[in-house]
Nanobody, 117 residues
């Protein structure tokens, strides 16, 4: 059973930075797709960024240029570096690991990111 676990959330002021980590047990092997998503109360979980094993990346328009997704397969870890954070980035952030884009995959428990104005 693949189990992702997110780390690195917290409280930060607007304009600040956070780096989230998603550690995958037992490994990222075979998981070609990794995505970061976020959810605020009362809204559906929304895609933020994704990366494939070919290191092809995609970003939600509102985070492009501020967020960077990366993966280190040797450490079974995926990162989301978030800069110039804004209050509207406040959400619970989740990672999703799947063998390919569109597969249901596996979800972590989420980590809270709160950006104060």
């Amino acid at each position: 059973q693949v189990q992702p676990e997110e780390f690195g959330g917290g409280l930060v002021e607007a304009g600040g930075s956070l780096k989230l980590s998603c550690v995958v047990s037992p490994s990222l092997t075979g998981m070609n797709y990794v995505g970061w998503y976020r959810q605020v109360p009362g809204k559906q979980r929304a895609w933020v960024a994704s990366i494939s094993t070919t290191v092809s990346t995609d970003y939600l328009g509102s985070v492009k240029g501020r967020f960077t997704i990366s993966r280190d397969d040797a450490k079974n870890t995926v990162y989301l570096e978030m800069n110039m954070l804004q209050p509207e980035d406040t959400a619970v952030y989740y990672c999703n690991i799947a063998p390919f884009r569109g597969a249901p995959g596996y979800w972590g428990q989420g980590t809270q990111v709160t950006v104060s104005s």
